[in-house]
């Protein structure tokens, strides 16, 4: 189908674009014509690279794919025609057995449609080597999928390993991707996955599954299995890696607001894989395609917008930072400098952040505590109130809520320390956004079922 | 017994090594069978069935009855003494073999062949790995089993202990007779326990810590 089949990675033009196939796209959700995919071929020219080439995400084209288990009388996804515009995220979500995890089963060939095929990048891999295939897409499962009887660094290694890196690539590779995951690698690299809590087994995971540098990755319910807690950071922390990292990923999930939170697009399916409405979470929460899509939204569709805004579009102010290394009376010194100068930042002025030598916050102390103490204690602190820029204001204010504060730490790119966030800046900014709203559309991929879309094979 | 002992010491260490050597010999056989055999056959639930029928039923037959049996086709000698055993070694260990590989989490073998390894390398490196302290169990039960008829299959003039215990009870009453039934049976017990601690340490050796109870 793509007109231009043989363009090797040819300029990222068009794949930072994260939300959404760049202009030109399908500028209808269903009910495509045939030309309309012509951007898809436009992308795939710029992503064709191979694996381990530092790839950025593929688009990804399903053509009419159908999977029909024998001996049931509908199949479990019927001529489901989808589009996943490279570097974007689309989730799939939908009641529990209307096909999504059938339908990403197929992209890795872990189940083989009955009919159709599927594009990746300009390649039709329906019928390439699944093994070879699946090297090149990295998998995600609940709960990492990880093999018990080897360390948290054998399991990240293991497809370098099969692709025959050599021993020292692959354990730089594994130290940098243990990093990239926010678990330090001094200490994490030994451990056994029993060794490792619920959501760090994740964390691996995630690890694992990037670690030849694939241009997709699938996810099945990756963060089903943890608490609530712990979720909402795995979530932050896949958007930041997906900030930096711009791979397609195609991620099934349950819960709504998780696909809102973590989305470019939103595919809504039905029992049999019909896909009900495909289009970015904005889009579908202000205008769900039927009453199918409205019951699944559930109420409150109102309050999800919330979970829309950003942190990082919100103000995050100042706060005084004082390095773990100088100990608390230098910390205490620099806070009461601060304050005798008046230019202690208002809302923390009686506080100060301590960061460790990657400026990632450890400690928040009040002056009365910093004068209690002799020495900051070894380890970090768990319960800090800490958001990603990336997490939705609601994940702030829970976060809030949680510690019972009312600032929370707000973080960038690997924990890095940014600023503090308010509580009266985030209801302002719920305020404004609702105010706001508005903006036009970008125009969403292509996606229906059985709909013929004639398209030159490649 | 003190001067029995003394005087065929030379005699009865052999016949005690050759006793573990055969033992070991045909644990080692039966153990590569029963891998084998169990990865033709876990993946399905009629041939798993099937295995663990023909298991349960083997152990019903008397080693003793399976070896005369075997003397007409086989003859004499060490031949049925290692088809008897082995066959009796495989038993138990194929039987854990199948247990341990498909217990072994369907969503693990997923993600193996999810993250791209073929079916063998996930068998090889998954799998095995994961199912060996289950298999190994499987050994140290067939090791103990086996040592006893090992001594049976001494009645075909195989190698052994077992022919100090036949020898003994055909003339018993004579001279040295109970001596030599009871060094053969205290043997066979000493050489089981020593196999068994030897496995036991082979099992630390060889099982990933990640999973070791
Ligand atoms: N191996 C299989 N054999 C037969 N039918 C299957 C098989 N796997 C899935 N199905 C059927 O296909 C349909 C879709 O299953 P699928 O696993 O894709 O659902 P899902 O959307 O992922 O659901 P959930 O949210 O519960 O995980 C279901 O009706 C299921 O019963
Ligand atoms: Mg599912």
Redesign the pocket.
Same mark, same amino acid.
């Given at each position: 189908m793509p007109e231009n089949p043989t363009g090797p990675a040819a300029p990222q033009d068009r794949t930072p674009q994260t939300t959404g196939s760049s202009a030109g796209a399908a500028t209808a959700p269903t009910g495509a014509q045939p030309t309309d995919t012509q951007p898809t071929g436009a992308d795939m020219s710029s992503t064709g690279a191979p694996a381990d080439a530092g790839s950025q995400g593929a688009s990804i084209l399903l053509r009419e794919i159908t999977k029909a288990?024998p001996g049931?009388k509908k199949p479990?996804v019927g001529g489901l025609t989808m589009e996943i515009p490279a570097g974007s995220t689309v989730m799939l979500v #939908?009641p529990? #057995?209307? #096909?999504? +995890? +059938?339908t990403l089963k197929m992209i890795n060939r872990l189940i083989e449609p009955t009919d159709g095929s599927i594009i990746m990048g300009d390649e039709d891999i329906t019928t390439m080597d699944a093994d070879k295939l699946r090297r090149r897409i990295g998998y995600v499962i609940q709960a990492g999928g990880l093999f018990p009887h080897m360390t948290v660094a054998a399991n990240i290694g293991i497809v370098p390993k099969m692709l025959g890196w050599d021993k020292q690539r692959i354990a730089d590779r594994v130290d940098e991707l243990l990093d990239l995951v926010s678990l330090d690698p001094g200490t994490y690299r030994g451990r056994y996955p029993k060794e490792l809590s619920g959501g760090q087994q994740q964390r691996i995971g995630v690890a694992r599954a990037l670690a030849a540098d694939p241009p997709v990755l699938l996810m099945d319910e990756p963060f089903g299995a943890v608490d609530p807690i712990t979720r909402q950071r795995l979530q932050d922390e896949l958007i930041s890696i997906q900030a930096e990292l711009k791979k397609t990923i195609v991620c099934?999930t349950?819960d709504f607001d998780e696909a809102v939170k973590l989305g470019d697009w939103i595919a809504i399916f039905a029992e049999g894989g019909q896909l009900v409405q495909y289009d970015s979470p904005e889009q579908i929460l202000k205008h769900p395609a039927n009453d199918f899509v409205e019951n699944f939204i559930g109420s409150g569709a109102g309050l999800k917008q919330l979970t829309l805004s950003r942190v990082a579009d919100a103000e995050v102010r100042e706060a005084l930072t004082s390095p773990v290394d100088a100990g608390p009376a230098a910390a205490l010194e620099a806070l009461r400098t601060a304050q005798a100068a008046g230019t202690a930042p208002a809302g923390t002025e009686d506080s100060i952040v301590v960061l460790d030598s990657r400026q990632r916050p450890v400690h928040w102390f009040s002056a009365r505590q910093l004068e209690r103490l002799s020495a900051f204690p070894d380890r970090p602190d768990e319960d800090l109130p800490v958001v990603g820029e990336r997490a939705s204001l609601n994940d702030a204010l829970d976060t809030m809520l949680v510690s019972s504060t009312s600032n929370a730490i707000v973080t960038g790119g690997r924990d890095r320390f940014l600023g503090v966030i308010g509580v009266e800046t985030v209801m302002d900014a719920i305020t404004s956004a609702r105010s706001a709203g508005a903006e036009q559309a970008p125009p969403s991929p292509l996606g229906e079922n059985t709909g013929p879309v004639e398209v030159t094979s490649p | 017994m003190w001067d029995y002992l003394v005087d065929r010491l030379p005699q009865i260490l052999f016949a005690g090594w050759q006793h573990f050597s055969l033992v070991v010999q045909c644990l080692i056989l039966a153990t590569a069978l029963s891998i084998v055999l169990a990865a033709l056959v876990y993946r399905s639930g009629a041939w798993t069935s099937v295995a663990n029928s023909v298991t349960a039923i083997g152990l019903t037959i008397p080693s003793f009855a399976l070896i005369g049996l075997l003397i007409a086709p086989v003859g004499y000698g060490v031949t049925p003494a290692v088809i008897v055993v082995t066959f009796f070694a495989t038993l138990p260990i194929l039987r854990n073999a199948v247990v341990g590989l498909s217990s072994v989490p369907a969503a693990t073998v997923e993600s193996a062949r999810g993250i791209g390894m073929s079916r063998m390398r996930t068998l090889l490196t998954v799998e095995l790995p994961m199912a060996w302290p289950v298999i190994l169990a499987g050994i140290r039960v067939s090791a103990q089993m086996v040592m006893g008829i090992a001594a049976v299959a001494a009645y075909a003039l195989g190698p052994g202990l077992g022919g100090l215990i036949f020898s003994g009870l055909s003339r018993l009453g004579g001279a040295n007779s109970l001596e030599s039934v009871v060094v053969g049976v205290i043997g066979i017990i000493i050489l089981a326990l020593l196999l068994d601690l030897i496995l036991v340490g082979i099992g630390r050796l060889t099982t990933p810590k990640g999973i070791r109870a």
């Open positions: 288990y049931q479990a #939908g529990s #057995g209307c #096909g999504k +995890t +059938t099934v349950h | -």
